[in-house]
């Protein structure tokens, strides 16, 4: 089993800058990836960044070239450097774990999410 706990998230202004956090705990046999994803009120969840167990990264169109995803393995915590925050950023940010317990077995788990505030 692993748990996720996302931290960093807050109020920001316009043109601000902010840094998530997630860190992972418990055991998983192989992990395939880590991202975040964001949920709008009303809105679908959509994908922010992700990134592989090779270090691969991938970005969704919207916050390309502003966010950063990174990961400290020694640290077993997933970031995301989040600069010139637009109020459409606002949402509320999901760490998300994928892999396997065993050979076979996928699992696909999530944080409880933290509060992304931009507003003036």
């Known amino acids: 089993q692993v748990q996720l706990v996302e931290s960093g998230g807050g109020t920001v202004q316009p043109g601000g800058s902010l840094t998530l956090s997630c860190e992972a705990s418990?055991?998983?046999?192989?992990?395939?990836?880590m991202g975040w994803y964001r949920q709008a009120p009303g809105m679908q969840r959509e994908l922010v960044a992700t990134?592989?167990?090779?270090?691969?990264?991938n970005y969704g169109d919207s916050v390309k070239g502003r966010f950063t995803i990174s990961s400290n393995d020694a640290k077993n915590t997933l970031y995301l450097q989040m600069n010139r925050l637009k109020p459409e950023d606002t949402a509320v940010y999901y760490c998300?774990?994928?892999?396997?317990?065993?050979?076979?077995?996928?699992?696909?788990?999530w944080g409880q999410g933290t509060q992304v505030t931009v507003s003036s």
């Open positions: 990134i592989n167990s090779g270090g691969a990264t």
């Open positions: 418990g055991s998983a046999f192989r992990v395939i990836a």
């Open positions: 998300n774990e994928r892999g396997y317990t065993d050979y076979v077995t996928p699992y696909d788990y």
